[in-house]
């Protein structure tokens, strides 16, 4: 399984960016999928979730009203639109899959694949 997220970029403050994360490979029983961020001297924090074959979702309370986040299963590709970007938007943000899906997770730990982040940087 290969996550490959992609879409990051510098945007002013107040801005939109639609991140997307493609994944390829198969993944047993299915999975939800995530996406986090790291902001540089920071732990990986928390954005959004969805499941894949619900499409419920769930999002930290920093992004709530902002973004949304969302997935086309013909495609495999699950996006994160961001919208009223913030400069403590600023981040690496990663996609992962969790292969557990009866809860939608919030915990790094929790996912099983991970993609290798894309920066975005929100200036002022």
């Known amino acids: 399984v290969q996550l490959q997220a992609f879409g990051g970029g510098l945007v002013q403050a107040g801005g939109s960016l639609k991140l997307s994360c493609v994944v390829s490979?198969?993944?047993?029983?299915?999975?939800?999928m995530g996406w986090f961020r790291q902001a540089p001297g920071k732990g990986r924090e928390f954005v959004a979730t969805i499941s894949w074959r619900f499409g419920s979702t769930h999002f930290a309370d920093s992004v709530k009203d902002r973004f949304t986040i969302s997935r086309d299963t013909a495609k495999n590709t699950v996006y994160l639109q961001m919208n009223s970007l913030k400069v403590e938007d600023t981040a690496v943000y990663f996609c992962a899959a969790d292969s557990s899906i009866a809860t939608l997770h919030t915990e790094p730990f929790e996912y099983d694949y991970w993609g290798q982040g894309t920066l975005v940087t929100v200036s002022s």
């Open positions: 490979g198969r993944i047993s029983g299915g999975y939800n």
